[in-house]
């Protein structure tokens, strides 16, 4: 299938600090498989007597709380250290979904090992409709303890499916100014939607719209627009 | 209990955020009100040096005949300035709450800069909901 990789493009607007330090990035990860010749393997010792974030059981935060406030905090300062640094608020949009993708692909292999490795025969999501619910109900319950409130598919066109939230946690004290309407900041959530999606190999491109009611003023629509192939298919496999 | 209004005050002693609440108050222009926060800021800053024990606080309440002043002034030194009618005992858990919507919808927005006017619709809509449901 030719579709581009598109953690390339990506990762171009990324610092090369954060680069570096990038445990995700092949490029940067590939000496790790490779055989030292002929000398020792050296493993490094352990520094002092400090827990390793490593060697924690990845099921021991499962059901932790983290405090809203803290993380508000730091999307607050996401954006705005995003927004001086960028020409226009589509660019804003870009970075904070570039910020997103990066969460979504952890989200993806954390859920699905936190999901799969207890059972004896661990499956993936291959048909659309079955990813989409799960997205909905596990990768919102595992970024924002709930479900997210709605699906919908659009009337217009066949390969267009909407998210909807009516109080995204993030965006909850946010608002944005008058001259900048079209933004949301809801972006770092359509990035990691990508990333899940791309992940289980259902390629789209993934945006964020404000679609505010009466009752929910920060009501969010996650616009997924899926790539060609994966309509065909799911023609072909019907 | 009726509220009156409420400033805030930053800590350069510039007025940020102003609203009245009850009807029928002869209101005052943009400039008068900057220049009242401006002087209270003043005021203020005298009062926390007037204590006969060294630092104070400073004025917490200030009483007229008609009209109750009473000043919540956090460790930032932004002043929050809330006005009721003088037999109020609930101007100070209030003056905690306007706090805490501003903590929200002030510092966690990130289009907000700290100092300087607050021009956010959740800030205005929580403190509507607050201090708009007071007037009994």
């Keep these: 299938m030719q579709y581009s990789q598109p953690q390339n493009p990506r990762m171009s607007v990324l610092s090369t600090t954060s680069l570096a330090s990038d445990h995700f990035s092949p490029a940067s990860s590939s000496t790790r498989f490779s055989l030292p010749v002929g000398a020792p393997i050296n493993i490094p010792a352990k520094q002092g007597n400090k827990p390793q974030i490593y060697d924690r059981n990845l099921n021991k935060t499962r059901t932790a709380e983290v405090s809203l406030s803290a993380y508000a905090f730091l999307f607050a300062e996401i954006v705005r250290y995003t927004q001086m640094r960028v020409s226009g608020i589509g660019d804003l949009e870009r970075r904070l979904n570039v910020l997103g993708y990066r969460i979504g692909t952890r989200v993806l292999e954390l859920m699905s090992w936190r999901a799969e490795a207890g059972t004896k025969a661990p499956k993936r999501e291959i048909r659309f409709r079955a990813a989409l619910m799960s997205v909905h109900s596990q990768v919102w319950r595992a970024v924002f303890a709930k479900p997210a409130d709605a699906i919908e598919k659009s009337v217009d066109s066949d390969d267009e499916y909407m998210i909807i939230d009516n109080d995204p946690p993030i965006t909850r004290y946010i608002s944005v100014p008058k001259d900048m309407e079209q933004l949301s900041c809801s972006s770092l959530t359509a990035g990691i939607v990508e990333a899940v999606f791309d992940g289980l190999g259902f390629p789209a491109r993934v945006s964020a719209h404000s679609t505010p009611t009466d009752a929910y003023p920060s009501r969010t629509t996650i616009l997924i627009k899926l790539d060609k192939s994966v309509l065909e298919r799911e023609e072909s496999s019907k | ?136």
């Design chain 2, 1 to 136: 209990m009726v509220v009156f209004g409420l400033w805030v005050i930053n800590k350069a002693g510039g007025l940020v955020y102003q609203r009245s609440f009850a009807d029928g108050l002869s209101q005052l222009t943009a400039n008068e009100n900057l220049v009242l926060a401006g002087t209270l800021h003043g005021i203020h800053a005298i009062t926390s040096r007037l204590g006969p024990t060294g630092s104070s606080s400073g004025a917490q309440v200030i009483e007229a005949e008609t009209f109750k002043i009473t000043i919540l002034h956090t460790l930032t030194s932004t002043k929050f300035v809330l006005f009721t009618s003088l037999h109020d005992v609930n101007a100070e858990p209030l003056l905690q709450k306007v706090y805490e919507v501003y903590a929200d919808a002030g510092m966690k927005n990130p289009f907000h800069a700290p100092e300087m006017p607050i021009r956010s619709e959740k800030f205005d809509t929580r403190i509507q909901a607050l201090l708009g449901s007071t007037q009994a």
